[in-house]
């Protein structure tokens, strides 16, 4: 997170989001809580997992985890609002950004047609000063996301996808990075709070096989969430690292 300095809320006017993320539980740590609140406002918003997170359990065989997982983001995402959860297949803790990705993603963006796109933070740390660093597959996702906004715009990028009936879509006003240090914008999220630990608490499984296995999802959210809302002049909020498109 940015220090010092006073935050901007979030564009608030816009029906349709896409959240797209690496991996289950990456919504949950922080931006949950910013995702109750925006379905209570009645905005749909699908969320869509790279990976089904099966190499994020040490005890857990990935064949085993996957499909853990995919239940337990399931009941996290209906917590907060959301009915449409989709799995992309793509294998956990390998994610290569590239041409290949871009297509994917792009794809999915022209089938959702979102105003709004949430990521997860992609820069190489969590905090200004480098000490707590990011994992390769944020880092790729995050990236990849804005290059499939613009290629989604592109008539004549992924042409085989305007050929099977897909419309190119240029609709897509914002990329918001949940988390990153970069933040200089915010949601406040103190009436959806316990929502948005309720959801990280349903990632129940993995949870468990965190360090010691006592970890307190909401003393962790509280942590990072009033310090947020310092920023914004409210009690809880979620940040957000914004990228335009909607200037070009």
Do not use: C
Not at 84 to 94: A, C, K, M, R, S
Not at 174 to 202: I, N
């Amino acid at each position: 997170m940015t220090d010092d300095v006073q935050w901007q809320p979030v564009d608030e006017d816009w029906q349709r989001g896409l959240a797209i993320v690496a991996h289950p539980d990456d919504l949950e740590f922080g931006a949950a809580a910013a995702v109750a609140r925006w379905t209570a406002q009645g905005k749909d918003i699908v969320y869509v997992l790279l990976t089904s997170g099966e190499a994020g359990i040490d005890a857990m065989d990935p064949d085993e985890a996957g499909p853990v997982r995919e239940v337990e983001q399931r009941a996290s995402a209906a917590i907060v609002g959301v009915e449409q959860v989709e799995f992309l297949g793509l294998p956990d803790g390998v994610i290569e950004a590239g041409v290949t990705l871009r297509s994917v993603l792009a794809r999915v963006i022209r089938v959702h047609r979102p105003e709004i796109v949430i990521t997860n933070n992609f820069r190489d740390s969590w905090d200004p000063d480098g000490a707590a660093l990011n994992m390769a597959d944020h880092i790729a996702t995050g990236k990849s996301v804005l290059d499939a906004v613009r290629d989604a715009a592109n008539r004549w990028v992924f042409r085989d996808q305007i050929d099977e009936g897909l419309e190119k879509w240029g609709g897509v006003r914002q990329v918001w990075a949940a988390g990153s240090p970069r933040a200089r914008h915010g949601v406040d999220t103190t009436a959806t709070f316990e929502l948005g630990v309720r959801s990280l608490e349903a990632h129940a499984a993995y949870l468990r096989g965190l360090g010691s296995g006592d970890f307190d999802a909401e003393e962790f959210l509280e942590g990072f969430s009033r310090q947020s809302g310092a920023r914004l002049g409210t009690k809880y909020a979620t940040g957000f690292e914004v990228f335009h498109f909607d200037l070009y």
